[in-house]
């Protein structure tokens, strides 16, 4: 797979044009500095250099632990986020940027806290019995069937009946090569993709591009004074992304007090689970973008949000109207982030794809390998949490730019493929620890709330400043059953 850069101004790993304005710099409060990691994500963000002193790292260091450096990934981004939620709350409070400090006890919690979670004590079974690695002819696949139209989808591009077994499953993929099941897989709209050695493509972490800023032709609404711990009070967040990692984005957003509504088709079904994890501070409804009366309300909400995040594969939203060309023409002040699994150029671009099956495809899960050759994986969704807290992260920046340096709209781009290529070719490995300065305990991160879901135990979120939010606003409510309006 190979990838180019967006057009006009885009920035890969190393964009380092600071922020204007007395923000304010000083000293850490305690702690293990900011290390290279944080600094790169930074730097491809568009933070300034000097604001990383403010940002310290305590607590336990033996969480995720894995044979690549998912922990230092893991509280990077959330640094990053971290300094973008102070920075933005120093600007619109008038004070000086808060001190940083990420408690990786949180970090280690966070990034897996669709496991912690509970409904009324019950724990939610996070995939589905046909998803997962199986033994081919030559090799190993992964396949994800958590929804059922995916299920569906892989039976028959395999020959077997709706009702087939894990079981029956297993027979039919050990007949067969890797990359034939991945393909027929593919080309039934399935979802299958052969276990590779590690990759040499390398994706860019962030892609970045500023729309109408040099003429001057897209001024940005403002946004007036706002307390330390909601820096994004007022902002209005449309948020069309699913599963993982565009949930986690926007609900670090809602957290920090934006105005978040989450925008579902109903003719696409959703994980009731997976929305109670992920939909804490947010709203939630649903329009058919095809039927005028729906797509009427959803532009009605598009004319006055700042931030629109997309989830679906390049192209998905195009025929709806919604590509970044036909967005821009109407809101050239918008910020636009899109998401997508394989990068956004190349053979595969076009392909869905879900957290676990890019370890498999870009050779993570050949890297964390039992000794029996048996694929391994990460000790988190980490490329899902990462790419959203660095989402997260980068609106923030934007709202801080807009209002700073540079007026106009923001198109950025992420993918789990360029978190990924950053976590194998990014990152140094790292150093033999010394001892913790305690036992990991993640009860100590967790809470519990009542909610429309039923009475819900659930991680606390990781941002770290001084005077950060410690916990959401709101509790999840059910999925896709909110009024389709702006607080």
Not at 377 to 394: E, F, M
């Amino acid at each position: 797979m190979t990838d180019r850069p967006l057009p006009e101004g885009t920035t890969g790993a190393a964009r380092t044009t600071g922020t204007a304005g007395p923000l304010g710099h000083g000293g850490r409060s305690g702690g293990e500095p900011a290390d290279r990691p944080t600094a790169d994500a930074w730097a491809a963000l568009g933070g300034a250099a000097e604001l990383l002193d403010r940002v310290a790292f305590h607590g336990p260091d033996d969480v995720l632990p894995s044979g690549l450096p998912v922990r230092r990934l893991a509280r990077a981004t959330v640094a990053v986020c971290s300094l973008a939620a102070a920075e933005l709350a120093a600007r619109r409070s008038g004070a000086p940027v808060p001190v940083v400090r990420v408690d990786q006890g949180v970090v280690g919690t966070a990034f897996v806290s669709e496991r912690y979670l509970t409904i009324d004590g019950r724990t939610p079974v996070s995939f589905a019995p046909h998803s997962g690695f199986w033994r081919t002819a030559d090799g190993w696949v992964r396949t994800h069937a958590n929804y059922p139209h995916h299920r569906t989808r892989l039976l028959s591009a395999l020959g077997l009946a709706a009702d087939a077994g894990p079981e029956q499953l297993a027979d039919t993929l050990g007949k067969l090569p890797a990359e034939r099941i991945q393909e027929r897989a593919y080309e039934a709209g399935a979802l299958a993709v052969a276990v590779a050695p590690v990759s040499p493509a390398l994706h860019p972490l962030v892609e970045h591009r500023d729309i109408g800023a040099a003429a001057g032709t897209a001024p940005v609404r403002p946004l007036g004074e706002a307390p330390v711990d909601r820096p994004a009070a007022g902002v209005r967040v449309l948020d069309l992304t699913r599963v993982i990692a565009g949930p986690v984005a926007t609900r670090t957003l809602a957290l920090l007090g934006a105005d978040v509504l989450r925008v579902d088709s109903p003719r696409l079904p959703e994980a009731e689970d997976a929305h109670a994890d992920t939909g804490f501070g947010k709203r939630s409804t649903r329009l058919d973008l095809a039927e005028p009366a729906d797509r009427a309300v959803f532009e009605d909400l598009l004319a006055t949000a700042d931030v629109l995040v997309t989830g679906y594969r390049p192209g998905a939203l195009d025929a709806h109207g919604l590509g970044p060309d036909a967005l821009f023409a109407r809101r050239p002040d918008l910020i636009l982030v899109q998401l997508c699994a394989w990068g956004w150029t190349g053979p595969w671009a076009d392909r869905r794809g879900f957290d676990s099956l890019v370890q498999a495809g870009v050779g993570i899960a050949a890297h964390e390998a039992a000794p029996d050759g048996r694929p391994g994986v990460l000790p988190a969704q980490a490329l899902d949490h990462g790419t959203g807290y660095l989402i997260a992260a980068a609106v923030l920046r934007s709202l801080t730019d807009q209002r700073t340096r540079r007026p106009g709209g923001r198109h950025l781009r992420f993918s789990l493929a360029g978190t990924a290529s950053w976590l194998l070719h990014g990152i140094e490995p790292e150093a033999p620890q010394g001892a913790s300065p305690g036992p990991y305990d993640p009860s100590r991160w967790l809470a519990e709330t009542d909610s429309a879901c039923g009475r819900l135990r659930h991680a606390l979120p990781p941002i770290g400043y001084e005077g950060a939010p410690a916990d959401w606003s709101r509790p999840p409510g059910r999925w896709g059953t909110d009024e389709p309006v702006w607080l």
